[in-house]
C-alpha cells in the first residue's frame, strides 16, 4: 500500500516536472530541413505556447531574427492562431533563424534553428589508373582527386568499369569505401589487351555528378621491367645485330611493343651517341648500321607497351665492337721544311675515321721509295733530300691503311709575309685571331695557324688550323690563361709558304692592341723566321738584372758609410798633390778628411784626401813639418834595391806604434846618380801602393800645383846639402815642394 | 595442293551456279554461291580475314596462361606429392580422375580439310569453358583457398575465351551453338576431403596445362600461316 501511494507520488512529481519544462520553452520551432541546398528557399515555422509567460495576456507580435538583425517583416506571416512562419527565398550560406517575441520594441528570443547550406558533389577529377605487373604486387589501381569535399555532407563515390568488348558482364560498379579515392580494380574486371572504360561518380544528397570516362588498355597503363641485351653480333657491312628479351613478368606478351636503343662510343672514341626507335615483338631481332667501324658501342635499351605507356628504366648496358677496315677520310698536314730537314703535322679532318684501333701513320717518299716516319704520335722530324718533292702521309689500324694523303714539300723561300696580325682576348681561354695583306704578286692559296705554348718541359706540342685563302680572322679556343703562348701565321701560296709573323701572346699582358715591341719579323734565311727563346728569355731576364744591380747600388749607397764598403767601392787614394806629409795613427778614420779650413782655393784639384792626424793644425804647415825623426829610417833595412814594388819600411815600432809612415825615401847615394834603383816606398793605409815611376803601368809624374798656377816636374825627392842653413834648407824645400810652399804660403795668410 | 582443291570447288560451285540459275532464280543463285565460296575458303584465307592483333594477342594470353599455371599450382595446392607434369603420378590418379569425373579436354587437330580452322576455334572455346568451370566449382565446393594465383588464371582463361569469340567473329564462325559446358560435375558430392580437393585441383591445371600446349600449337600455326601470307 505505501509502495502504491510512492508510486503515485512519485507520477504526480514527474508529470509536473514535465509540465514546467514544458511550461518553461515558450514555442517551439520547425524547418524541413535543417540542409538545404545552396540557393533554395527556406521556410521555418514558431509555435508559441498559449501558456507561455511572455504572451499571456499580452500584447505581444512575432519576429524572426535572421543571423544578426531581424528580419523585415514582410517575410513573416502567421500561418494560424499561435503559429508563424518565415520564408527565405534563398539562402546561400549557413544561417541561424531564431523565433522572438516583441512586446512593442523589447523582444525575446523564444526558440531557434541553424540551417546550412549544401552543394552538390565536386566532380572526381585526375582519374588515372596503372597496372603493376610484379607477381608480388600485381594490382590495377585506379586513383582521383576528389575536389573539394565539405564535411557537413557525405558524399559516396562508386567506380565504374566498362568493359567494352565483354559480352557476359559488360559493366561492374564498386564502391568506394568512404573517405578513400582510390581502388584497387579486381582482377576478374578486366582484361590485360582489351579496352576499358572507366569512371567515377560521386553522390551526396544534392545530386550526382560523374568524372570523366577514361578509356584505356590495362597493359598500356604499365611500367615494364628493364629489357635484356642477350646477344650482340657485329657483321662485316659495320652493322650490330642484337638479340634481346623482355623482362621476366613480360615475357609472355608477342603483341609489337615500342623500344628505345641507345647507343654510345665508348672510351669517348668521337663522343656519338644514338638513339634508335623500334617497334618489334618480343625477342624480335634488331638491326643497327651506319656505325663507325672499329668503334666500342655501349647498348642500352627501354621498352614500352606502346606510346601511349610510359617508359621502363634502361637496361645494363652491353659492349660491342664493330667490325674494323682501313681508316677512311682525309688528314689536315702541315710541313716545315729546312733545308733537308722537315718537321711533318697532321691531324683527322672532320670526315676522318679512325675504323678501328692501335692507330699508327707512316711516311713515306716515292722517289726515292722509303719510309721516312711510322709513328702513332701526330707530328714526325726527319731529313730530306733535295730530290723529294713529295711525301705521302697514310694512317694504318689493325685491319688495314688508308688512302695516301699526299704532301707537297715547298722549299722556295723568301716569298712575303701577311703585313699585319693582331690577337685581341675574347674570354679566358679564347682569342679573336685578324691578319691581312699578303704581297700582292703571289697567289694566296690559304693560310695555316700555328701556336704552342711557351716555357713547359717538356716541350709542348704545336698546333695548327689550314684556314681558307678568304678567311682573315678566327677565333682561337682552348688556350690556358696560366700558359704564354708563340702563335704565327703563314701565308701559302702556289709556288710555296710564305714567312710567318709571329706574336707572342699571354692573358697576363694581353693588351688589345699588339704591342710594337713584341712584333717580330723574321727575315732571315737560315731561321727560316723563327724566333730564338732567347729574345723571350732575355725581355724578361734582363730588366730583373738591371733591377736588381741597382738595388745593390742604392743598397750600397745608403749603407755604404762603413769603412769596410767604402774601401771597397771607393778607396780613399791620398793625392801627393794635394796632400802634406803628415803623420797619422791607424787609429784615425780615414774617411772624411778634413780638408784645409782655409784651402778653398778652387784652382787646386784635390786628388786625394787625407786626415791630420797628430798635428797641431793651427801649424801644420812648419818648416819641419817633415820630421824625420819620426820616421823610421834604418839604412840597414833597406835591402838591395830592386824592381819589386814591394815596401821595405820599418818603423820603430815601439815609439810609433800606430803610426803608419806615408812614405819613406831611403837612398844608397845621391839621388841624381841613383838611377837604377827606385825608391822604396812605405805602403800608406791607402790600399793604392805607390807606383815607381818606371812601371810602365804606373801614373804619370804628379804635378806640383804652384800658386802661381805653373807647374813644375817634381822628378824625385833629394835631400838638402849639409851646409844649407835652416832658411835655405826651408827655400831648398819650397823649391822641392812647391806643394808644400803653397801650404805654407796659405798657413803665412791665414795666420 | 590447298590452291588445286579450292580451285577445284570452285569450278564445282560454278557449274552448280549455273544449275541454280536454270532451276532458282538469280538472286537465290547468287547467295548459295557466294555462302559456299566462303565456306570452302581455304584457312590461309581465314587468316586474311581475321585479325593480326587478335591472334597475337590470343598467343599472348596463351602464353601467359602456360606461364602461370605452375606458380598457380605452387600457390594453390599445398601438397608435394602432387607434382605438375610427373607423368607416373597422372597414372596413378587415374582412377580418381574418373571418380571426380573430370572432364577430358577435347582434341585439338592440326588445322586441315578434315579438321577445319572452324572446329579448332570451336574446341579451343569449349576445352577453356570446361576447365574455367572446374576451377570455379572445386573453388566453391572445397576448402581450398581461392588464392590470387587461381584468380589471375581465370581472369587470363576467360579473356582468351574473349579472343577466341572475337576471332570466330571476325571469320564469320557461328558461335551461338556451342555448348558454354555449364553442366555440373557434382564435385560437391564428391570431393569429401582437403586430398581430394587436392586432386581435383592438380587434376584439373595438368589437364589444362596439356590443352594450353595444344591451343599454342593452333595460334602458331595460325600466326606462322598469317605470316606467309603477308
Known amino acids: 500500500m505505501a509502495s502504491v501511494w510512492l508510486l503515485l507520488v512519485l507520477w504526480i512529481f514527474v508529470n509536473a516536472l514535465i509540465k514546467v519544462i514544458q511550461a518553461s520553452s515558450c514555442a517551439t520551432i520547425h524547418t524541413p530541413a535543417e540542409v538545404v541546398r545552396s540557393g533554395s528557399p527556406v521556410s521555418v515555422s514558431c509555435s508559441i505556447k498559449d501558456d507561455c509567460t511572455l504572451t499571456k495576456g499580452k500584447d505581444f507580435h512575432v519576429a524572426w531574427k535572421i543571423n544578426n538583425g531581424f528580419d523585415p517583416s514582410n517575410l513573416s506571416y502567421q500561418e494560424s492562431n499561435g503559429t508563424y512562419g518565415v520564408i527565405i527565398p534563398s539562402l546561400d550560406t549557413d544561417t541561424s533563424i531564431a523565433c522572438a517575441v516583441c512586446e512593442e520594441e523589447k523582444c525575446q528570443i523564444v526558440n531557434g534553428v541553424q540551417v546550412k547550406v549544401g552543394y552538390p558533389p565536386s566532380i572526381p577529377k585526375n582519374l588515372s589508373c596503372s597496372l603493376n605487373l610484379r607477381p608480388e604486387k600485381k594490382v590495377f589501381l585506379c586513383k582521383w582527386d576528389p575536389g573539394q569535399e565539405r564535411e557537413i555532407l557525405s558524399t559516396n563515390y562508386t567506380l565504374n568499369i566498362f568493359r567494352v568488348k565483354a559480352k557476359k558482364v559488360p559493366s561492374e560498379q564498386y564502391r568506394i569505401p568512404r573517405g578513400e579515392h582510390f581502388y584497387l580494380i579486381p582482377r576478374l574486371s578486366y582484361n590485360l589487351l582489351s579496352v576499358l572504360e572507366i569512371n567515377v561518380t560521386a553522390v551526396n544528397v544534392f545530386g550526382n555528378v560523374t568524372s570523366e570516362t577514361l578509356k584505356l588498355i590495362p597493359m598500356e597503363t604499365a611500367i615494364f621491367d628493364p629489357p635484356e641485351i642477350n646477344r650482340i653480333e657485329a657483321d662485316v657491312a659495320g652493322c650490330l645485330n642484337y638479340n634481346w628479351s623482355l623482362g621476366k613478368s613480360e615475357q609472355w606478351l608477342m603483341t609489337a611493343i615500342s623500344l628505345e636503343l641507345r647507343l654510345k662510343t665508348v672510351d669517348n672514341q668521337q663522343n656519338k651517341e644514338l638513339v634508335l626507335p623500334f617497334t618489334k615483338k618480343n625477342g624480335g631481332k634488331i638491326n643497327v648500321c651506319g656505325l663507325f667501324h672499329g668503334t666500342n658501342y655501349s647498348t642500352t635499351m627501354r621498352v614500352k607497351y606502346s606510346t601511349l605507356s610510359k617508359w621502363s628504366e634502361w637496361s645494363d648496358p652491353k659492349i660491342a665492337n664493330t667490325v674494323m677496315k682501313a681508316p677512311t677520310g682525309s688528314l689536315d698536314t702541315w710541313l716545315k721544311v729546312d733545308d733537308q730537314n722537315a718537321q711533318l703535322y697532321w691531324k683527322p679532318s672532320e670526315n676522318f675515321r679512325p675504323n678501328g684501333w692501335n692507330l699508327s701513320y707512316i711516311v713515306e717518299s716515292m722517289e726515292p721509295k722509303r719510309n721516312l716516319c711510322i709513328t702513332q704520335e701526330s707530328h714526325c722530324f726527319f731529313n730530306l733530300t733535295e730530290k723529294v718533292e713529295k711525301v705521302y702521309l697514310r694512317a694504318t689500324n689493325a685491319a688495314a691503311s688508308s688512302d695516301h694523303t699526299e704532301v707537297l714539300v715547298y722549299r722556295k723561300k723568301g716569298l712575303g709575309s701577311v703585313s699585319n696580325f693582331s690577337v685581341h682576348p675574347q674570354s679566358e681561354t679564347s682569342v679573336l685571331l685578324v691578319w691581312g695583306g699578303t704581297p700582292a704578286s703571289h697567289t694566296v692559296t690559304g693560310y695555316v695557324l700555328e701556336w704552342r705554348s711557351l716555357n713547359e718541359m717538356p716541350e709542348a706540342p704545336l698546333s695548327f688550323i689550314l684556314m681558307d685563302k678568304n678567311i682573315s680572322s678566327t677565333i682561337l679556343t682552348g688556350l690556358r690563361p696560366d700558359k704564354h703562348y708563340q702563335i704565327s701565321i703563314y701565308p701559302k701560296y702556289d709556288r710555296g709558304i710564305g714567312f710567318p709573323y709571329i706574336l707572342p701572346y699571354s692573358f697576363q699582358t694581353a693588351s688589345s692592341v699588339a704591342p710594337v715591341s713584341n712584333i717580330i719579323r723574321e727575315h732571315s734565311n737560315e731561321k727560316n723566321g723563327t724566333i730564338r727563346d732567347g729574345i723571350e728569355m732575355t725581355m724578361f731576364v734582363i730588366p730583373i738584372y738591371i733591377g736588381l744591380s741597382l738595388f745593390i747600388i742604392v743598397v750600397f749607397a745608403c749603407f755604404g758609410k762603413t769603412e769596410r764598403v767604402k774601401m771597397c767601392l771607393w778607396p780613399i787614394i791620398p793625392d801627393p798633390a794635394n796632400s802634406s806629409i803628415k803623420k797619422w795613427t791607424t787609429t784615425y778614420s780615414m774617411e772624411g778628411i778634413p780638408s784645409f779650413v782655409e784651402d778653398k782655393d778652387s784652382v787646386l784639384v784635390y786628388l786625394s784626401r787625407f786626415s791630420l792626424l797628430d798635428l797641431d793644425e793651427k801649424e801644420p804647415f812648419k818648416s819641419d813639418y817633415v820630421k824625420e825623426s819620426q820616421w823610421s829610417r834604418d839604412i840597414n833595412s833597406y835591402d838591395e834595391c830592386h824592381s819589386s814594388l814591394q815596401t821595405c819600411v820599418q818603423y820603430d815600432s815601439e815609439n810609433d806604434r800606430d803610426s803608419v809612415p806615408y812614405a819613406t825615401v831611403v837612398f844608397s847615394g845621391p839621388y841624381q846618380n841613383h838611377s837604377s834603383c827606385r825608391p822604396p816606398y812605405v805602403r800608406s793605409e791607402s790600399t793604392q801602393p805607390l807606383l815607381g815611376a818606371d812601371d810602365p803601368c804606373s801614373p804619370p809624374p804628379y804635378e806640383n800645383v804652384s800658386p802661381s798656377g805653373s807647374v813644375s816636374k817634381v822628378q824625385r825627392f833629394s835631400t838638402f846639402p849639409q851646409s844649407f842653413t835652416e832658411s835655405e834648407e826651408n827655400e831648398e824645400l819650397w823649391e822641392e815642394f812647391p806643394m808644400l810652399r803653397s801650404l805654407e804660403l796659405r798657413g803665412t795668410d791665414h795666420t | ?230
Open chain 2, 1 to 230: 595442293m590447298m590452291g588445286l582443291r579450292y580451285c577445284c570447288s570452285l569450278v564445282t560451285l560454278c557449274i552448280l551456279f549455273f544449275i541454280a540459275v536454270v532451276k532458282m532464280n538469280f538472286q537465290a543463285a547468287l547467295f548459295v554461291t557466294l555462302v559456299g565460296i566462303v565456306v570452302s575458303a581455304p584457312i590461309s584465307d581465314k587468316l586474311d580475314i581475321m585479325s593480326k592483333d587478335t591472334i597475337e594477342q590470343a598467343h599472348s594470353l596463351i602464353n601467359k596462361i602456360l606461364q602461370d599455371i605452375p606458380t598457380t599450382h605452387a600457390a594453390w595446392i599445398n601438397n608435394t606429392s602432387l607434382t605438375l607434369g610427373d607423368s607416373k603420378t597422372m597414372q596413378e590418379l587415374q582412377y580418381l580422375k574418373n571418380d571426380i569425373n573430370i572432364t577430358y579436354a577435347p582434341v585439338l587437330q592440326t588445322i586441315s580439310n578434315e579438321f577445319s580452322m572452324e572446329t579448332c576455334l570451336a574446341n579451343i572455346t569449349k576445352g577453356l569453358q570446361l576447365h574455367m568451370n572446374l576451377l570455379k566449382e572445386i573453388i566453391n565446393v572445397s576448402k581450398l583457398p581461392q588464392t590470387e594465383q587461381v584468380i589471375d588464371l581465370q581472369a587470363e582463361i576467360q579473356e582468351l575465351l574473349d579472343l577466341i569469340e572475337e576471332l570466330q567473329n571476325q571469320a564469320g564462325f557461328d558461335t551461338s551453338t556451342q555448348a558454354t559446358d555449364e553442366q555440373s560435375h557434382d564435385l560437391v558430392n564428391r570431393l569429401t576431403n582437403t586430398y581430394l580437393a587436392q586432386v581435383a585441383a592438380h587434376l584439373t591445371l595438368q589437364q589444362l596445362q596439356d590443352f594450353s600446349c595444344e591451343i599454342l600449337r593452333s595460334i602458331r600455326s595460325m600466326t606462322s600461316s598469317s605470316a606467309e601470307n603477308s
